[in-house]
């Protein structure tokens, strides 16, 4: 009985085992929908990473030169070194649910609207609404509340928006004039693979004090821990 079912199910339904299941998925809207989530959910979660292990050696540098300049006895709050798994599934949620988001959108503006108006529109209205979903989505599943988003959203939304601007009004023009529909979200993630990489570390990043006209963010939670100079001292002096 196994036999005939397996034979009736390869005469009946050939593209389960010759993969045109896999063809039929990716094909037509349902197909471009799932590339576009998987790629920016692959893209915002290497991006993620990459920020990880920058933002981890520029600690470690940082914490190196602490021990360096403290004086014995003294406590020092060394910067934390560890992978932030929780952040990263995060981002690929956040990921995952945008990029249909985004194609979608990228649907909308294709009727109706000349190349240059597109531009305009995504750079001056909906990429301040992105950034600023961005920091609430974060916020929200990082935090579990947006107590801290008066102080937060000022001074992230200016970084990413200034620093992106340049970019996005290059991509664009490229975008909207000469790629097509289905692969446009494809191909912006990946021009803008860098800047995703910088908008990981602003969004987990407390930035706030680098801004003189914003008010200082909160300490969301210990990321650092207390060591005796001493301590530090003697293991130096036991590995020489």
């Not at 060394?78 to 956040?94: C, K, M, P, S, T």
């Not at 108006?117 to 750079?123: F, K, P, S, Y």
Request: charged share 20%; aromatic share 12%; glycine share 10%.
């Amino acid at each position: 009985k196994a036999t005939v079912s397996v034979l009736y199910c390869y005469t009946m339904h050939p593209f389960i085992f010759t993969g045109g299941g896999f063809k039929w998925l990716m094909s037509g809207v349902h197909g471009a929908i799932i590339e576009a989530s998987v790629v920016v959910s692959i893209t915002a979660g290497i991006s993620d990473l990459l920020s990880q292990s920058g933002e981890m050696a520029a600690n470690s540098i940082q914490n190196k030169k602490k021990l360096e300049e403290a004086e014995e006895g003294e406590e020092l709050e060394l910067a934390e070194q560890d992978w932030d798994w929780f952040r990263l599934g995060r981002i690929l949620v956040i990921g995952s649910v945008y990029g249909p988001v985004e194609y979608g959108y990228f649907a909308l503006l294709q009727y109706g609207m000349p190349w240059w108006q597109q531009v305009m529109l995504d750079n001056f209205v909906v990429t301040p609404c992105i950034y600023t979903c961005g920091i609430i989505m974060n916020m929200g599943m990082r935090d579990g509340n947006l107590s801290n988003f008066c102080k937060e959203w000022p001074v992230k939304f200016k970084e990413m928006f200034v620093v992106g601007l340049p970019l996005w009004l290059t991509m664009d023009t490229l975008t909207f004039t000469l790629v097509p529909l289905r692969h446009r979200v494809a191909f912006t993630r990946l021009g803008g693979f860098f800047f995703n990489i910088y908008c990981m570390h602003v969004l987990n990043g407390p930035r706030g004090s680098d801004d003189p006209g914003a008010a200082p963010l909160e300490k969301r939670e210990p990321i650092s821990e207390t060591i005796e100079l001493k301590e530090k001292l003697d293991e130096k002096t036991d590995d020489n």
